[in-house]
């Protein structure tokens, strides 16, 4: 593997930056999780838009244009020979002092890591997730916005492990309201009476970009779309319930809180959903290779 880190490929044992860096320090720093399917990057504008926003947030400048990022993050790709890949695109502080001043810190480093992963195992498509709510609530948006993908993850790590000390993989955020806001590294869906419903942004959920082709897919397919307020009844009196991520895709959620959703199995909607997004996954995204492009165009 060739770890990408400004502009330099490494070796995966050779891809190293300081100790000193805030990204390590204090989680300084922002990040996306990529996918290519097929030799093309699906969705590489959205999520190197999105980067830069959060940079953006956190008055960190990517010194690179997202024109040159989006031309690194396909270097990266071709450089390790994968069709289908996660790809992880990752920017930090850059080193600094010990104390937080971002002001201290030299160069931000930006990094692509370009490798395999399977977030879950086949059986959570084919039979649904069990997920519970946990006591760590969303960070509130007047804190760390939640809109922000920082390299600070702990608010939802902390989900996650009340989560697993449940027994179960994963966990809803709610946010300090009692609303649901997301789950811990992806958005949350029901499907209520052929409504497709998930919480707005202001709710605490980050701007998913597969919550977004979601939303459209619902569209086309001729269900009603809104952000609304969720509760934890409207969870367990849900017909369907799924989750959207990138790496996680869509997966169906048939257990919250020891509720069966709906009938205990994958839904009708979320299954034609899967199968619309895996069609798009399969043909669209900026080609890795020319030959991908040309074969577009015959
Ligand atoms: N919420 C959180 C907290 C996330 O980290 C992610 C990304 N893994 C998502 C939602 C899903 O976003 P996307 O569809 O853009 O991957």
Known sequence: MKVFINGKFYDAEEAKISVFDHGLLYGDGVFEGIRAYNGRVFKLKEHIDRLYYSAKAILLKIPMSPEEMRRAVLDACRENGFRDAYIRLVVTRGKGTLGLGPDRCEN?????????????????????????????????????????????????????????????????????????????????????????????????ALYGITRRVVMDLGREIGLEVAEVNLTRYDLYAADECFLTGTGAEIVPVTKIDLREVGEGRPGAVTQRLVESYRKLTAVSGDPIWPEASQADAG
């Open 108 to 204: 931000p480093q930006i990094i692509i890591i370009v490798g395999k992963i399977q977030l879950y195992p086949k059986e959570y498509y084919e039979k649904g997730l069990t997920i519970v709510t946990v006591p760590t609530v969303r960070n509130l948006h007047s804190a760390v916005n939640p809109a922000i993908k920082s390299l600070n993850y702990l608010n939802n790590i902390l989900a996650k492990i009340e989560a697993q000390a449940a027994g179960v993989e994963e966990a809803v955020m709610l946010n300090a309201q009692g609303y649901v806001a997301e789950c811990t590294g992806d958005n949350i869906f029901i499907v209520k009476d052929n409504r497709l419903l998930t919480p707005p942004l202001y709710a605490g």
